[in-house]
């Protein structure tokens, strides 16, 4: 390979560039799953040994939690009791529970992480996290959720990765990796179709054996692969039958299938049937005993596992046996994690914490995304940044995602507080600004969006005060920028045309207001790009109808604890395969903002894409090869993206698929040779009549762009 390229620059000067211009490799040859410190096979002999000494009652003992968060510790066998905590963004910190717990950063929300678009960063976040665990003798993080954002309405999309599940996956991998390379285990949830919170324990979701395969399953898979040694299963039901109990999804597809060795246990409280549970492949039910907040939930009686094991096996319907696989594989994942060798908590991992306050300022400033921005209104100029107004919901108190994955953090930076030591004093904040305020501002600052939790799903519609409140500032001050914070998509098509800048900013931890002032002060040039669709109206979105007629949403804890009173309904994944930006494009509903979007303030020209061998057979990969030039005046970071588009198939396929991305850095004027490669399996689809992937022979497109919607060069691949 030799290029030469032609640099004008007072004098006219050819420069001749061979192998020295930078290459970027990405591929997946580069990740190294996680090993454990104790093979499998050592850590089953000795599972066994232990085993072999307790009685059948003190194996029953272990197959159900205690005290809420805990597993079962016998010190006359040298099994420590081991503390479980959520969630995927940080340590939640339950100092009920656990005294000896100290603090936890809050990190943006995985969502947040997602939109880094960088693998890397999921590695330093997670390791961070597993760190904090240490730290908080947590041994086990429940954490990561990774279900697909289907409806923008999930009351727990912040939680999760986003809506494609090759994205999902690359990501997933390397935060499994970062977290158990620090002696923490990781825990994949929510396991299996848990993609709505709205009545979560009375939902069926409805799917199809090539949905589950090709976009619900790969996250999991990559986690399996990636080496996660915990699955914890979802409240819902899939076909007809409660996750947690489901011998299909554990059994079949996660033991089977993806070849899961680790521990899995239910989500809390979510099974009813011991001998389902303990015949569904399940080895851990949590948290064991009853829910002493919900008198209503405990009216279905006691079917715990360990109140009723025993019994089941005088009665001949569960075995010893069972029991025994159940608690040897908690055993054996605690053992081969080094876990009965060592202590958890290390106290002086919180001297790691200064560096994990980087870590989150670091996703913050990648994962943010800049959605609109006209007539480069931003950054701010010298006489817009002199006069800040800062108006809206969440100015001085951090928007954050609740429930189990809330993350209080310290020295949390409001937005007000990080504008000002960005901008100085100047900048402003009023809670019922006047009209010649907003007039007289250089600039306004408006907050809206939406504090998400799990238990509930939020409206994808605005409160009516925050629509309002974009809407008079329109109309007063064109000098301003939108900010949202939520956990998902929000319908802002109303006045998406009026305001000249829109910034995404989801939940971004404790100290992810300086990375926004950043932003709008052009100190970080802005690289996140969506890992969701965000929809013109909810209507247009493939989960639409999920809630049954006559439903509506709720906030609160009520609809768990009303929950056993709901009769079970189904969720319809009619639309099969095509959710996200596969439903958009074959529908042909242009969204509001689509998938892998996401601005910059500086600009980028893609090149000279080549498919050096464009031949290939079914079991091959192919390489792609291409040039990405900064051709603006800044330096930036650019997330290219090639999705593989089927031309000619015997079933329905997505117009388009992701199957490779690199996020690369470039200085002003750089550019940089890019190589991606695929795999045979990203040109493959599930096959329900073999029940395997296939991958057809045919001519398939390779389409390089910025964006879903925005392909810059097409290559071309024939599989004989
Ligand atoms: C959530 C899980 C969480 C568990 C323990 C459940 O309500 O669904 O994600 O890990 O509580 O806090």
């Given at each position: 390979m030799k290029r030469i390229l032609i640099t004008l620059c007072g004098l006219c000067l050819l420069t001749f560039y061979s192998f020295s211009q930078p290459t970027v490799k990405m591929g997946k040859n580069s990740f190294k799953p996680f090993?454990?410190?104790?093979?499998?096979?050592?850590?089953?002999?000795?599972?066994?040994?232990?085993?072999?000494?307790?009685?059948i009652d003190e194996k029953i003992e272990m197959i159900g939690g205690h005290n809420s968060f805990f597993t079962q510790g016998f010190k006359k066998y040298n099994i420590p009791e081991f503390y479980f905590s959520d969630a995927t963004q940080g340590v939640h910190i339950r100092k009920n529970l656990d005294s000896s717990t100290q603090k936890s950063t809050a990190f943006p929300?995985?969502?947040?992480?997602?939109?880094?678009?960088?693998?890397?960063?999921?590695?330093?976040?997670?390791?961070?996290?597993?760190?904090?665990?240490?730290?908080?003798?947590?041994?086990?993080?429940?954490?990561?959720?990774?279900?697909?954002?289907?409806?923008?309405?999930?009351?727990?999309?912040?939680e999760y990765f986003g809506e494609d599940p090759f994205l999902a996956a690359r990501m997933i991998e390397n935060y499994v990796v970062g977290m158990q390379s620090t002696g923490t285990i990781t825990t994949l949830k929510h396991f299996l179709c848990n993609n709505t919170d709205f009545h979560r324990r009375r939902t069926n979701s409805v799917v199809d054996e090539r949905a589950i395969h090709e976009i619900y399953l790969p996250a999991f898979k990559a986690g399996v692969d990636a080496g996660a040694m915990a699955v914890m299963t979802s409240y819902n039901q899939v076909n007809g039958e409660w996750s947690g109990q489901n011998s299909y999804v554990i059994n079949?597809?996660?033991?089977?299938?993806?070849?899961?060795?680790?521990?899995?246990?239910?989500?809390?409280?979510?099974?009813?049937?011991?001998?389902?549970?303990?015949?569904?492949?399940?080895?851990?039910?949590?948290?064991?005993?009853?829910?002493?907040?919900?008198?209503?939930?405990?009216?279905?009686?006691?079917?715990?596992?360990?109140?009723?094991?025993?019994r089941l096996i005088k009665e001949g319907k569960v075995t010893e046996a069972d029991v025994n696989r159940m608690a040897?594989?908690?055993?054996?994942?605690?053992?081969?994690?080094?876990?009965?060798?060592?202590?958890?908590?290390?106290?002086?991992?919180?001297?790691?914490?200064?560096?994990?306050?980087?870590?989150?300022?670091?996703?913050?400033?990648e994962g943010i995304v800049l959605l609109r921005n006209e007539k480069n209104i931003l950054p701010l100029t010298p006489t817009a940044k002199k006069n800040i107004l800062v108006v809206g919901k969440y100015v001085e108190n951090i928007a954050r995602g609740l429930g189990s994955a809330e993350v209080l953090g310290y020295n949390n930076i409001s937005m007000i507080d990080a504008l000002r030591a960005e901008f100085g004093p100047t900048v402003v904040y009023d809670k019922n600004p006047t009209d010649e305020q907003l007039k007289a501002a250089s600039f306004v600052v408006v907050s809206i969006g939406t504090s998400d939790s799990e238990g509930w799903d939020k409206s994808f519609n605005l409160p009516a005060e925050s629509n309002a409140l974009v809407e008079k500032v329109t109309k007063l001050n064109n000098n301003m920028v939108v900010v949202v914070n939520a956990g998902g998509g929000l319908k802002m098509t109303d006045w998406n045309t009026k305001v000249p800048a829109i910034i995404y900013a989801w939940y971004a931890g404790q100290n992810g207001y300086t990375a926004l002032a950043e932003i709008l002060s052009g100190k970080t040039n802005p690289s996140g790009k969506l890992p969701i669709t965000i929809e013109k109206k909810f209507e247009d979105s493939p989960g639409a109808n999920y809630m049954p007629v006559g439903m509506e949403l709720y906030t609160g804890w009520k609809g768990d604890y009303i929950a056993p009173k709901i009769p079970v309904f189904d969720i319809n994944y009619k639309e099969g395969i095509f959710v996200?930006?596969?439903?958009?494009?074959?529908?042909?509903?242009?969204?509001?903002?689509?998938?892998?979007?996401?601005?910059?303030?500086?600009?980028?020209?893609?090149?000279?894409?080549?498919?050096?061998?464009?031949?290939?057979?079914?079991?091959?990969?192919?390489?792609?090869?291409?040039?990405l030039k900064n051709t603006g005046k800044r330096a930036g970071a650019e997330v290219a993206q090639l999705y593989v588009q089927a031309l000619k198939s015997s079933v329905k396929r997505p117009i388009k698929e992701l199957k490779a991305f690199a996020k690369v850095e470039l200085k002003a004027g750089e550019s940089k040779i890019v190589t991606l490669k695929l795999k045979s399996n990203d040109f493959a689809?599930?096959?329900v009549k073999s029940h395997a992937w296939a991958v057809e022979a045919g001519n398939y497109n390779l389409l390089l762009g910025s964006a879903s919607n925005n392909i810059k060069q097409t290559g071309k691949v024939t599989i004989k």
């Open positions: 090993k454990t410190p104790i093979s499998l096979a050592v850590a089953d002999k000795r599972a066994d040994s232990i085993l072999s000494l307790m009685t929300c995985p969502l947040a992480l997602t939109a880094t678009w960088n693998p890397s960063l999921a590695n330093s976040f997670a390791k961070s996290i597993g760190e904090e665990c240490r730290a908080n003798n947590v041994a086990v993080l429940l954490g990561p959720g990774m279900n697909i954002y289907r409806i923008s309405q999930n009351g727990r999309n912040f079949q597809l996660l033991k089977k299938e993806l070849g899961f060795k680790g521990l899995v246990m239910t989500d809390w409280w979510s099974v009813y049937d011991p001998e389902k549970v303990i015949k569904s492949g399940l080895d851990l039910e949590m948290p064991g005993d009853k829910n002493p907040n919900d008198p209503q939930f405990n009216e279905l009686g006691d079917t715990y596992l360990r109140t009723n094991a025993a040897k594989n908690s055993m054996r994942t605690f053992i081969a994690m080094g876990l009965y060798d060592r202590p958890v908590k290390v106290e002086s991992y919180l001297e790691k914490y200064p560096e994990h306050e980087k870590v989150a300022l670091q996703t913050a400033r996200g930006y596969r439903w958009y494009e074959s529908k042909k509903i242009e969204p509001l903002y689509p998938f892998g979007f996401g601005l910059s303030y500086t600009t980028f020209e893609y090149s000279n894409l080549k498919v050096p061998k464009s031949e290939i057979s079914k079991t091959e990969g192919v390489t792609v090869e291409f040039e689809y599930w096959d």
